[in-house]
């Protein structure tokens, strides 16, 4: 079959599955496809090569950019960070293969569970129990405090950039479904923008971009954002004076948004 640019060699490995495109963002396109073995599905991560930039150019900075996005999983992976392992990549080739993640983002999880909810911001009834949303909301603080911990800086934490994948069946059946839909482990995917840093500064940036993608994603569960915050508080020795900083990252931010 004719394809519109010519596929990385990867994808017709002959032991892989026909690549299925998943996602096609910006910067590049995302398949799922098997990685040696067929019962071992993969997220496989391409960026061509962009026509309107120096071709050398072009090569260069996509080498650089996926050796990075490998170098920093790997690294988040051996220190127990929640995060896709990697299985090969071809860095000129502009490819990085890693584990398929099951289940669904985080951003669907949320949604799913506010779905049934009133319209309104209205406090919660007395009789809604919030406990499973709030316990996300922990979940997602721990992960990226755990990110933080090892000197990481993701760059791009979204709700749409963290997977929650189911646990082991028969661990915890789930009847509820709104329950199902905000249960599991919380994994952080899409380092393309990551670097290494240990300033609170720029932790608290990472977070201050959380913060503000979650408000404008989830404007209905924005009071929830603060166990997020809570649990991150929790989860490393240096996580209170990140949070001091982010009070200063926040004014910023507004004065920022008064001057237009
Ligand atoms: N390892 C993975 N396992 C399962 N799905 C993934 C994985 N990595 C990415 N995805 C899916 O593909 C989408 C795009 O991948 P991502 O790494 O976020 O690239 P982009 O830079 O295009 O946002 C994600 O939002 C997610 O739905
Ligand atoms: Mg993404």
Redo the contacts with the bound molecule.
Sequence with gaps: MATEFPLPRVLTYPASAPPSL?????????Y?TTHLHADR???L?YRPPKPYRHPILDARLTKARIAAEAKVLDRCYREGVPV?VVYALDAAAGWLM??????I?VRQGINEWLGERPEDDAPPAEDLDETPIVDLMKRIGQAVGSLHRTGVIHG?LTT??M?LRPRPQGSEPEADAKKKAVAGDV?L????LATQSSSDEDRAVDLYVLERAFASTHPRAERLFSHVLEAYKHSFKKAHSVLIKLEDVRMRGRKRSMLG
């Excluded at 998943?22 to 995302?30: D, H, P, S, T, V």
């Design positions: 998943i996602a096609q963002g910006a910067e590049g396109r995302l799922k599905p993969c997220a991560k896709p890693i584990e398929w993640i099951e289940g983002p791009d749409s950039n997977m994994i995917i899409d380092f393309g």
